[in-house]
């Protein structure tokens, strides 16, 4: 089933979306300012995504990030803790966020504006990646807090590096 920008354009708290010349711009954010990854931003990607493959008016899809990081932000301390019932939930989430970028048939350009540390891998994973001279890219989540990098992550850089250096990012 079809699915217009009417339908999503405003329907995430973690993205400002528009289209020109069926040029979708997403740009990620916490409340108007640089993206703090959280539950928030890992559901309401990995929703946006199936909406942006669903939307044929969609020729070309452009994500960035808002101020001076696309995603920077430690993991807070202990969120390897959250309990049985969550782990469920971010797994399920993780998988379709991953998924759901790749059902994406259109290309897709990463405009990297600064470091990338909590899922580097969604900037990465679209068809050209351009960064600022000041980005980097990092996992700051998985080992930091003694949990290990199954969402995706460890499938993905080991493609994009190699399989020695991507397995070391890792």
């Known amino acids: 089933m079809a699915i217009k ?3 999503y354009a405003n329907k995430y708290r973690h993205a400002k979306i528009e289209r020109r010349n069926g040029i979708l711009q997403v740009t990620c954010h916490s409340n108007g300012r640089e993206m ?5 931003p890992h559901e309401d ?4 995504f199936a909406d942006i493959a669903r939307d044929f008016d969609n020729k070309v899809i452009i994500l960035t990030g808002t ?6 932000n430690p993991p ?9 019932a969550a782990w469920d939930r971010v797994y399920n989430e993780g998988k379709h966020l991953l998924m759901n970028h790749l059902s994406i048939e ?3 350009i990463a405009a990297v504006n600064g470091p990338a540390h909590r899922h580097a891998e969604i900037a990465i994973l679209c068809d050209i990646v351009l960064a ?3 980005a980097t890219f990092r996992d700051s989540a998985h080992f930091p807090n003694g949990t290990v990098p199954g969402d995706g992550v460890h499938v993905a ?3 994009v590096l190699g399989p020695n250096r991507g397995r070391y990012f890792c």
Do not use: K, R, T, Y
């Open 76 to 84: 807070p301390q202990g969120s390897a803790n959250i309990g049985s």
């Open 132 to 134: 600022a001279e000041h």
């Open 106 to 108: 259109v290309p897709m």
């Open 67 to 72: 101020g001076e990081s696309f995603c920077a």
């Open 5 to 7: 920008l009417d339908d």
């Open 45 to 48: 990607l990995s929703f946006l």
């Open 157 to 159: 850089w080991p493609m």
């Open 36 to 40: 703090e990854w959280g539950l928030g």
